[in-house]
């Protein structure tokens, strides 16, 4: 089945302890995004990146970084986490190349920093 | 990218047609209208996307009038597992430019009814 696979699915941790939020398409997509959804702000992009090695900031990038050495892998890292980056968050792989038939997400990565 | 207006919220009695506006008078010539849809707080879900001419799934119709200002999603028989937010977004695809980015507005709280 075609999926983006998020990994976990909710982690409590605490200020300033550094965690990785996984993602992984099994589309051989170009395209991968990290957003962060918050009540009333709606979906924000994080990060994205076109390809193996080619990363770039979306709109709310301060406090994440990513990483793509791997086509299918899109990892997000929390470096310092604080309590502003409680949130939802969500994976996103597109292909770029050809007819786009849209985005696919994964299922979310609830996000409490206490 | 063009900026999108929709109500914010419809009803729709189940078994019934549901029509969801969306006006998008900036759209310009190279630009999709796409629709996504999230069911509480899962991944948001792709539903369809054209550009002037209307379009058909398995899951949805889209109309897009012929001065492209604005357009109507269908969903023809509408069941209790369609109650979600719908958005209506409008982009350049990614094969057409990289920096195209997939912005998520309010979009519009549709509630079907038994």
């Known amino acids: 089945e075609a999926q983006v696979t998020q990994n976990p699915r909710y982690l409590i941790t605490v200020t300033g302890k550094k965690l990785t939020v996984t993602c992984s398409q099994n589309m051989n997509h170009e395209y991968m995004s990290w957003y962060r959804q918050d009540p009333g702000l709606g979906l924000r992009q994080i990060y994205y990146?076109?390809?193996?090695?080619?990363?770039d900031k979306g709109d709310v990038p301060e406090g994440y970084k990513v990483s793509r050495k791997e086509k299918r892998n899109f990892p997000l890292i929390l470096e310092s986490p604080s309590p502003n980056q409680t949130s939802l968050y969500f994976c996103?792989?597109?292909?770029?190349?050809?007819?786009?038939?849209?985005?696919?997400f994964g299922s979310g990565t609830r996000l409490t920093v206490v | 990218d063009a900026k999108t207006t929709q109500p914010t919220s419809m009803d729709c009695a189940e078994g019934r047609a549901a029509n969801l506006p969306c006006n998008h008078s900036t759209i310009s010539g190279n630009e999709y209208v796409y629709w996504y849809r999230q069911i509480h707080s899962q991944g948001p879900q792709y539903i369809i996307h054209?550009?002037?001419n209307n379009e058909t799934n398995e899951m949805a119709s889209l109309i897009i009038t012929e001065d492209r200002k604005s357009s109507t999603l269908i969903l023809p028989h509408a069941t209790l597992r369609d109650t979600a937010v719908y958005y209506c977004?409008?982009?350049?695809?990614?094969?057409?430019?990289?920096?195209?980015?997939?912005?998520f507005g309010e979009g519009t709280q549709l509630t079907v009814n038994p």
């Open positions: 996103a792989s597109s292909p770029m190349t050809g007819r786009e038939g849209g985005y696919t």
């Open positions: 990146s076109m390809n193996v090695e080619v990363t």
């Open positions: 054209g550009l002037k």
């Open positions: 977004i409008v982009r350049v695809p990614l094969y057409v430019t990289s920096g195209s980015r997939l912005t």
